[in-house]
DNA sequence: TGTACATCAGTGAACGCGCGTTCACTGATGTAC
DNA sequence: TGTACATCAGTGAACGCGCGTTCACTGATGTAC
């Protein structure tokens, strides 16, 4: 990670800047607030400058979500390999409603940024999200059958635990803990369609 | 409902007028095509003569979200009452999927949008929708500890499915279903928790 | 090692745009007498 | 029933703003010889 290097005329390493930039308007102050402009602000740099390291103002977004994507899925890899035997699966929940919590403005960014509907970069980065909770469901959901209904399920819960109380809509001390109560809800159930299966 | 009288100087109902112009930007061509001038424009209507009606462009939006969980519930209450028996709860969440789907901008603006978190007006109306989940809960579940967190957990799950699914994170080319399958099987769950109480 | 030159990453000024909002106004409506 | 007048719901022009983006430019960097 290259310093910029004070006095000169070259920054070092716009693009990066603009990126980390951009993550922090998003978070402290909404999408809204988030303009190239802005952002070139911050990095004392002229308005046009960023256009040297991204085509328009949607690149920009599609580089700030797929970071995103990355980051997630780095927290929760970390928050699975943390985790007690047996709650490998609750841990990746706790970890996405933290990440969400942690980054509102960024999180909402990747879900439901209209740019994130086209860009092949973004897909791909929240694939790999994805196929982390799907090998963890291959794990404990053992009727392969089940596996897709089951991982869809406890994604949309999760997602949407996450987005609820982002939103205000849900309040909860420890979020940590709701993650746990609901999904260890839904695991049981698992085990209820298991035994009704035999 | 009094029509415009056409070739009169006065609209006849601009508020509602403009509150269903909004609506159908949102949906049609998102957030950030909704602007209190085109609204007026597509009212026919000079730029300012919505400020007759609406304070500011927060007042519209509070207007269309607030309209937005009226409607909601309407639909939702509607579900409940066609469904067959036992599957009044499952049909509640096909309700509230289908409205997403049907309506997403509008859906992400009652959901995601800050002027959400201030507004009483809203609140009000979105607390009629969570007390319509309420009252279902409490006939399936009977066991009253159990019932937050299973409101809880649902109300995410199907939240979660509306999300994703609007913003194309999930493909499905039937969301009842999806709402039938994934609901289910934490009903399956919840009998499977009465069980383990007994 | 030194120099010429292509390329890269910035600058600063300017563009047109649509927006929210305000102003002073006027035509339409309805009510008191 | 007719009229004076207050009020309501519009008009049209204007404001300042920040935005995305483009232009012609220049200083810094690195490479070929």
Redesign the interface.
């Given at each position: 990670m290259p310093e910029p290097r004070t006095g000169t005329y070259h920054h070092g390493d716009l693009r990066r800047a603009c990126l980390d930039i951009a993550r922090t308007i998003l978070d402290e102050d909404?999408e809204d607030a988030l303009s190239l402009r802005e952002v070139a602000r911050r990095a004392g740099v002229s308005a046009n400058a960023p256009y040297r390291h991204f085509r328009d103002k949607d690149a920009l977004l599609v580089g700030v979500a797929t970071l995103g994507f990355e980051e997630l899925q780095a927290a929760m890899a970390a928050a699975e390999t943390a985790a007690a035997p047996g709650l490998e699966f609750v841990a990746l929940g706790q970890a996405y409603v933290r990440y969400a919590q942690e980054h509102p403005g960024l999180f909402?960014l990747m879900?439901?940024h209209?740019c994130?509907?086209s860009a092949p970069e973004i897909s791909a980065a929240?694939a790999g999200v994805t196929a982390l909770l799907a090998a963890r469901v291959a794990v404990i959901v053992p009727d392969e059958s089940q596996r897709q209904?089951?991982a869809?399920?406890t994604?949309?819960?999760?997602?949407?635990?996450a987005?609820?109380l982002i939103?205000?809509?849900?309040t909860s001390d420890d979020p940590d803990q709701?993650v746990l109560?609901?999904v260890i809800?839904?695991?049981?159930?698992?085990?209820?369609?298991q035994a009704?299966g035999k």
């Amino acid at each position: 990670m290259p310093e910029p290097r004070t006095g000169t005329y070259h920054h070092g390493d716009l693009r990066r800047a603009c990126l980390d930039i951009a993550r922090t308007i998003l978070d402290e102050d909404g999408e809204d607030a988030l303009s190239l402009r802005e952002v070139a602000r911050r990095a004392g740099v002229s308005a046009n400058a960023p256009y040297r390291h991204f085509r328009d103002k949607d690149a920009l977004l599609v580089g700030v979500a797929t970071l995103g994507f990355e980051e997630l899925q780095a927290a929760m890899a970390a928050a699975e390999t943390a985790a007690a035997p047996g709650l490998e699966f609750v841990a990746l929940g706790q970890a996405y409603v933290r990440y969400a919590q942690e980054h509102p403005g960024l999180f909402h960014l990747m879900f439901s940024h209209p740019c994130g509907r086209s860009a092949p970069e973004i897909s791909a980065a929240a694939a790999g999200v994805t196929a982390l909770l799907a090998a963890r469901v291959a794990v404990i959901v053992p009727d392969e059958s089940q596996r897709q209904i089951f991982a869809t399920g406890t994604w949309s819960l999760v997602h949407g635990l996450a987005v609820l109380l982002i939103n205000d809509k849900l309040t909860s001390d420890d979020p940590d803990q709701l993650v746990l109560d609901t999904v260890i809800t839904v695991l049981q159930s698992s085990r209820a369609v298991q035994a009704v299966g035999k």
